[in-house]
């Protein structure tokens, strides 16, 4: 099978793969990566036919071009040698117009030089014209560097030539979704709220819940709809829901004021792709069936500008009303159209969960949930995402992560492996994320907005005792436990710890 | 929007309204049509998942009758044409849909339904 050369952005190298990977789904055809690191700046495939890697072109943000590979090397004897045997490859275009490139990775090579080895393909027995403006076949030469700084003239002349691999090949084409990132930039977006997705991670996360014209996706915590644009982009029709109908709306109001989110889709000319937006708690929802969403992308507020809030009342404040409240002139107060039920936090460990136990439901068999979690990164363990009957985890490697210090934000891609709808799920608090049962163990992501605000104070280094057993006895059996993940850490100091940063209520 | 293709997924979800809380009927509305880019495959796909009585009765209230009584076995073209028109180019901006069971009434307004529930309908 025909190998190809891409020329990748080196910026969120975690999507890379994932991306590709998804957009081979979508178009039903395999890829391999055939480079030995996958991560450098020209990646080297597998795929059965042109037009594979022209989808590519067309849906990858992160691509810039892709070639055909002919040669390759560690130097130009050893991947001209190969060219020369297999010259038969260039008969095509032996009579077309064409011209020779010069590209390099984390180096920029001299004019002077580049004139130099391109004569030095004159082997190749063109007999077409030069022509550097439109020519018909593009060859080009890739020479793959290390990374290095090389902040002056002299050390740039002195690291030229020392690349690790060279290339040769035929150009099929240039990356068109990069101006996408462009096109759906936040700041000309005619509606967006404080926190839209920007545009470059709403196309990555937006791949891999393999959008395609006839699919519909939903978005759970919708917002000002960043993440609906690009999947409506690619064609899938998209409903959204928010407990907030006002980051929907916009502050516009009156009769025949169109939302907000719908005037952002007809900038990007798919307004027809929204078929609605509804204001209601997901935990509290309407929807009466399960199996007929084909993904589910979403970005679930994690309190760093805006927290996640379900209805219903905070625990240890009013109780919740029973029956409705009626104001001394007789009227309802629910009645009133300025009326906003009480709502209270969504822990984002219990939001989590119910997520994934809310895909299974409404998913159809193999469909995707795609979302974000932002975690603590010191605290960060593999078992941080609940394992789920009947959803599966898609990974390469390490997973795919935005790494900002202290924290990072998870992009996690699930496929639902269950043929069935199942039950919907409960949405009632989940126990084992209840600090007063003393848990053995809380998920990075645990009470993420309380310690984002605290700076992240480690959860592990207090030393005293627990307070918590202190106070709930029956929580002692917690502490005489052997921890279950992290080594000589207590449960109790973690309890204690947690009581420092203000997690425990 | 408020299209009869999310109306079809709705059901009132007010604490202890299990029972002929579907579908939500609508008054006083407000209906607009856009033409829509037909999908007719994903109209066909989407069919097992609707309900057919629902899905008629709700289009004959808003005055649409292009659709048969019951589901036909073998659905035509021309009746994922009509499927097409009434799931996808029928709009309620404005208006109301009321539980036939417990009266809850959730306002459209722009298109958008208010489908929160009030503090004493909510369930725990």
């Known amino acids: ?505 | 929007m408020v299209r009869l293709i999310t109306h079809n997924m709705l059901a009132c979800h007010v604490k202890n309204c299990t029972k002929d809380n579907f579908p939500l009927v609508f008054s006083e509305v407000e209906l607009v049509i856009r033409p829509a880019p037909e999908n007719l495959e994903f109209i066909q796909r989407f069919l097992p998942k609707l309900d057919w009585t629902a899905l008629v009765d709700t289009a004959r209230s808003l005055g649409d009758t292009s659709l048969p009584e019951t589901m036909p076995d073998q659905i035509t073209e021309d009746q994922l044409k009509a499927l097409h028109h009434v799931l996808m180019e029928m709009h309620i901006e404005e208006g109301n849909m009321t539980c036939r069971n417990c009266g809850h009434v959730y306002p459209i307004s722009n298109g958008i339904p208010n489908m929160l529930l009030a503090e004493h309908e909510v369930g725990r």
Not at chain 1, 485 to 491: D, F, M, P, R
């Open chain 1, 1 to 505: 099978m025909p190998l190809y050369v891409l020329r990748l952005s080196l910026e969120h190298l975690s999507f890379r793969l994932p991306s590709l990977l998804s957009i081979s789904q979508v178009f039903g055809f395999k890829i391999k990566f055939v480079s030995e690191d996958p991560y450098r700046g020209l990646l080297v495939v597998e795929v059965a036919k042109e037009e594979d890697i022209n989808h590519i072109l067309e849906r990858d943000t992160l691509i810039q071009s892709a070639t055909e590979l002919y040669a390759q090397g560690t130097s130009y004897e050893e991947l001209q040698t190969e060219l020369r045997g297999k010259l038969d490859v260039l008969k095509p275009y032996e009579n077309s117009t064409f011209k020779f490139t010069l590209e390099s990775t984390n180096h920029r090579v001299p004019e002077s030089r580049a004139v130099e080895v391109i004569e030095t393909f004159e082997f190749t027995g063109l007999k077409g014209k030069i022509r550097l403006k439109d020519p018909e076949v593009e060859f080009v030469i890739f020479e793959d560097y290390d990374w290095e700084v090389a902040s002056t003239v002299d050390a740039r002349y002195e690291r030229d030539g020392k690349f690790k691999y060279v290339f040769f090949g035929r150009r099929i084409g240039f990356g068109t979704a990069r101006h996408l990132t462009l096109s759906h930039a936040v700041k000309d977006r005619a509606y967006y709220g404080n926190t839209a997705m920007d545009a470059l991670m709403g196309f990555l996360m937006a791949g891999q819940a393999l959008p395609a014209p006839g699919k519909l996706i939903y978005d759970p915590f919708v917002g000002t709809g960043s993440m609906l644009y690009a999947v409506a982009h690619w064609g899938a029709y998209v409903i959204g829901s928010d407990i907030d109908g006002r980051q929907m709306r916009g502050k516009m109001k009156g009769k025949n004021v169109r939302p907000g989110i719908l005037r952002a889709a007809a900038q990007y000319g798919t307004e027809d792709k929204f078929l609605d937006c509804l204001t209601y708690d997901v935990t509290r929802s309407p929807i009466r069936r399960g199996g007929w969403i084909d993904a589910i992308i979403t970005d679930p507020p994690y309190g760093v500008r805006a927290g996640a809030k379900r209805l219903g009342r905070k625990e240890g404040k009013k109780p919740q009303r029973e029956e409705p409240y009626m104001f001394p002139d007789g009227t309802y107060s629910h009645k009133r159209p300025e009326y906003l039920p009480p709502s209270r936090p969504y822990e984002l460990a219990n939001l989590c969960l119910d997520l994934i136990l809310l895909a299974r439901y409404l998913l159809v068999p193999k469909g995707r949930l795609v979302f974000f979690l932002p975690t603590v990164n010191e605290d960060w363990q593999e078992i941080d995402i609940p394992k789920v009957e009947g959803m599966r985890e898609l990974k390469v490697g390490e997973g795919s992560v935005q790494d900002f210090g202290k924290w990072g934000r998870r992009l996690i891609t699930m496929e639902k492996t269950a043929v069935d709808d199942g039950l919907p799920p409960t949405f009632e608090d989940h126990d084992e994320f209840d600090l007063k049962s003393g848990p053995e163990y809380l998920p990075g992501h645990h009470g993420f907005n309380k310690r984002y605000a605290s700076g992240f104070s480690s959860r592990h280094k207090s030393q005293t005792a627990s307070p918590a057993s202190d106070r709930d006895p029956s929580s002692s059996e917690h502490q005489a436990a052997p921890p279950a993940k992290n080594g000589l850490e207590a449960t109790a100091s973690l309890a204690a710890a947690l009581e420092k940063t203000g997690l425990a209520e």
